[in-house]
């Protein structure tokens, strides 16, 4: 059976690790509803993380529907993102999106990302 989980060594676990994506941010796309921050981490395969402020999704069920969504989507291009640490922060509206907009909007920045990080 197929290891679908996400493990420590997948996510950035604590605020030095985001702060290090904040601050020296190398890679930037964007959409209305999210904003992805990357960095190379010299690691052999990449980690992410995620913000999902109250203020931009007021909903529990919500918040945990979009970093749901954004782990699958980030699970499934992982491998051509190695060597890299992702920060995803959602903005406001993020929660109007349903499922599958969700998903093709992330698929979309994903795929601009690799652009800029291959390119």
Not at 51 to 77: C, D, M, T
Request: aromatic letters at 8%; glycine letters at 6%.
């Amino acid at each position: 059976m197929a290891d679908f989980g996400f493990s420590k060594n997948s996510r950035l676990l604590n605020a030095t690790d985001y702060k290090i994506v904040f601050d020296n941010a190398q890679f930037k796309v964007s959409c209305h509803q999210f904003l992805v921050l990357a960095i190379s981490n010299r690691q052999p395969q990449s980690r992410l993380g995620m913000v999902i402020a109250k203020k931009h999704v007021s909903g529990a069920v919500q918040r945990n529907r979009i970093k749901r969504l954004i782990r699958e989507s980030f699970r499934q291009v992982a491998a051509g993102f190695a060597g890299l640490d992702l920060v995803v922060l959602a903005r406001k509206d993020a929660d109007k999106l349903d499922n599958r907009a969700l998903t093709e909007k992330l698929n979309g920045l994903w795929k601009d990302l690799s652009c800029k990080h291959l390119g």
